[in-house]
C-alpha cells in the first residue's frame, strides 16, 4: 500500500491494491489536469473497481472551499464525477468485451458527451469523499454512468453521465 | 483598466470597467475557491453584465488540459459554468427587484442545485474562453441560467442550471 499523495494541495488516497485505470490510459491522453498521470501539476485522481460498480477517494485540501470554508465548492465535486465517470465508462467497456484494463487490443478511452450534476445538501470540506460509478447501459459508442459522491455517510451530490467512446 | 492577473495559473481577463458580481458577495461568503476574492489560492473568476446577459473570460494556463494537452479539462469547464451561473443568478436577481447588486438591504445570494453541462466540441487550450449566461425563468427561489462557453467563435459547451436563492 502507499502512502496518500498530496499533489498541488489535493490528496487523493492510495488505498487500492489495484492499478488505477489512469494508470493504464494511453501515454499521449494522460495528461489531463484531473485525473492524468503525465500531468505534474494535476489532481491524480485514481478510480478503482468495487464489485461491479467503481470507486474512487479523496480527500481536498481546504483550498478547495465554496463560499464558505466549511464546504467542498461546486466546480471540485463537477470534475471528480467528470474524470471518475468517463474512466469508469472506460473500465464497464472493457468489462463488456471480457478484457483487462489496458490489455492487448485498441485502447479504450472515453470523452464526456454530458455530465449533469444535482448538488443534494453541501459536501464537508476535511473528510474523505467517496465517489461511486455505476453502470446504467452500453449501446454502440454510448455509455451511461450513474455517479455518486458520499461524505462521512451522507449522499452530498449525484450524477448521470453520457460518456462517448473516442476514436482517433 | 486593470492589468490581467495570473493566479494559481488562472488568467480572468480583467477587462471590464465595472465591479464584478463577485467583488459584491458578504465577506463570510467569499471564500469560493473557483470566484471568491477571499480565497487566496483561487482562481478569482469575475462576472460582468453584459446587456441583459452576463459574461465572464479567462485564459486558462496549459496546465488545465484535458487528456491531450490542446484542450481545456471538462473539471474546469464545469466550475466555470458553475461560478458564473450561481454569480449571474444573483444578479438576474438584483436586477429582477430593481436593485444594483450589493446595494443596502438583504444580500441575494445563489447556491446550484443542479448544472448539465453539454460539451459540443473540443475546447482549445491558448485562445481565451467566453462564458455567457442568460436567464430563463426566476420563480420564487429558483433562477433557471442558460450558459454557453465560446472558444475563437464556437461555441464549444453548454449549460442549464437551477440555483437556489440561499437562506441563512
Given at each position: 500500500m502507499r502512502k496518500s499523495m498530496r499533489l498541488d494541495g489535493f490528496h487523493p488516497r492510495e488505498n487500492e491494491m489495484s492499478i488505477a485505470f489512469q494508470d493504464v490510459y494511453a501515454e499521449k491522453f494522460s495528461h489531463c489536469y484531473g485525473c492524468g498521470r503525465n500531468n505534474p501539476a494535476g489532481h491524480h485522481l485514481k478510480s478503482h473497481w468495487d464489485g461491479d460498480d467503481t470507486v474512487a477517494r479523496v480527500l481536498p485540501?481546504?483550498?478547495?472551499?465554496?463560499?464558505?470554508?466549511?464546504h467542498v465548492y461546486g466546480g471540485l465535486i463537477a470534475s471528480l464525477f467528470d474524470c471518475h465517470g468517463a474512466a469508469s465508462a472506460a473500465a464497464f467497456s472493457y468489462r463488456a468485451e471480457g478484457r483487462e484494463m489496458g490489455s492487448a487490443g485498441e485502447p479504450i478511452r472515453y470523452v464526456t458527451a454530458s455530465l449533469k450534476v444535482d448538488f443534494h445538501k453541501p459536501t464537508p470540506m476535511g473528510t474523505e469523499l467517496v465517489i461511486k460509478g455505476r453502470l446504467r447501459s452500453i449501446e454502440g459508442r454510448k455509455v451511461w454512468v450513474e455517479l455518486s459522491l458520499t461524505a462521512a455517510g451522507q449522499v452530498c451530490a449525484s450524477a448521470e453521465m453520457l460518456a462517448i467512446r473516442f476514436k482517433e
Open positions: 485540501d481546504a483550498k478547495y472551499s465554496g463560499g464558505v470554508p466549511d
